[in-house]
């Protein structure tokens, strides 16, 4: 998910107030869906994350505390004690690495990062390492000129975690956009999959596809052959929920969810996850699902609960963003917003490491 420098993302989400809805809401319908047995893949790995959060807008932020406030210790303890069993973990790593090879992460800050990995894997908590947003946006500018760096970055990561646990995974980079497409793609990632495996030969990797994450573009990205990653998409649909405001979209805010063609439209959505795997024997996992901290509390809750049910039902497992700064699960001063952590639903079962 994108912070607030870049919140023109897709198709410029605009920024004015947004008119409340007219009229009573639809009727919310009860949660038609079962968790099932987590998918088994036949091809590539799965991950063992049960229910998961998203530790948003503070390591991935320009700099500490740029979003709001900063990550602490004691937040690892208050998402163990909810009952989260992992956590994605997005950082900004070429915030706090050399321009000029041979691109040397900060080691003070690469040590705060295992500092956060070990003390949320002493929770019993699984990690995604995620390198999210990118300083300048260089990576996606110019993806081919700063492949280098991007490689060198991954290369250090890799030797700080090669005697991390398994539960720790490694996501290459957040939602590929603009210049850094189908069309290159595998040119960027494949050489940094390369100098991780150089020190986690069999360490999970999660792989994002094209254009944000883009569910479409999952289906028919050709993921590398390499027998330890895992595909990921993200979902804020629909989008006048997901997001502050959908100008494309009629209504462009809805302050309501839960209806039967919502319901419908998670059936339809979760037959395709289902045809992905049977079609390709890949398993993914869904990095990032909101509903936007604007809407009302109960209908938040009613949305993570339905999508994540939705998505447990074909085996799939889901991470909510986020925990606070932004698209808040928890917020200082008042503690977890009503039902929505409580609510959230991963598979029946969880793979084994």
């Known amino acids: 998910m994108t912070g607030p420098a870049q919140a023109a993302r897709r198709v410029a989400l605009s920024l004015i107030a947004a008119a409340t809805l007219a009229g009573p809401a639809p009727a919310q319908q009860a949660n038609p869906f079962v968790p099932a047995p987590a998918a088994a893949p036949t091809r590539g790995t799965t991950l063992r994350l049960g229910k998961c959060v998203n530790l948003s807008n503070m390591f991935d932020a320009p700099s500490p505390g740029a979003w709001g406030r900063d990550l602490r210790d004691s937040d690892i ?46 929770k019993g908590l699984a990690v995604i390492v995620d390198m999210h947003h990118y300083a ?17 970055m991954w290369r250090q990561i890799g030797a700080a975690f090669a005697d991390a646990p398994r539960s720790v995974t490694f996501e290459l980079i957040n939602e590929p956009n603009d ?40 289906l028919k990205f050709d993921f590398p052959d390499d027998p330890n990653i895992v595909p990921t998409f993200h979902y804020y649909d629909p989008q006048n929920v997901g997001f502050d405001k959908a100008p494309w979209m009629n209504p462009a805010v809805r302050t309501d969810f839960g209806t039967a063609a919502d319901i419908a439209e998670l059936k339809a959505f979760s037959a395709r996850i289902r045809g992905f795997i049977e ?45 606070t700064n932004t698209y808040h699960l928890w917020r200082d001063g008042s503690g977890w917003e009503p039902g929505i952590a409580d609510g959230m639903a991963t598979t029946a079962t969880l793979p084994a490491y």
């Open 279 to 323: 079609r390709t024997g890949r398993v993914p996992f869904v990095g990032e699902v909101g509903a936007h901290e604007s809407r009302p509390v109960a209908m938040r809750a009613t949305y993570y609960s339905l999508v994540t049910s939705a998505f447990a039902s074909v085996g799939v497992q889901s991470c909510a963003w986020g925990y």
């Open 77 to 122: 303890a208050n998402i163990a004690a909810k009952g989260f069993t992992a956590v994605r973990f997005p950082v900004r790593f070429s915030a706090h690495a050399r321009q000029d090879a041979p691109y040397t992460i900060d080691p003070a800050f690469l040590q705060r990062v295992r500092h956060i990995v070990d003390l949320a894997s002493s």
């Open 136 to 152: 300048d946006e260089a990576l996606f500018k110019d993806p081919l000129r700063e492949a280098p760096r991007f490689t060198a």
């Open 179 to 218: 210049k850094l497409d189908a069309s290159n793609l595998r040119q960027v990632i494949d050489p940094a999959l390369a100098a991780v495996r150089e020190t986690n030969p069999t360490r999970p990797v999660v792989i994002d596809g094209p254009k944000w994450a883009n569910f479409d573009e999952m």
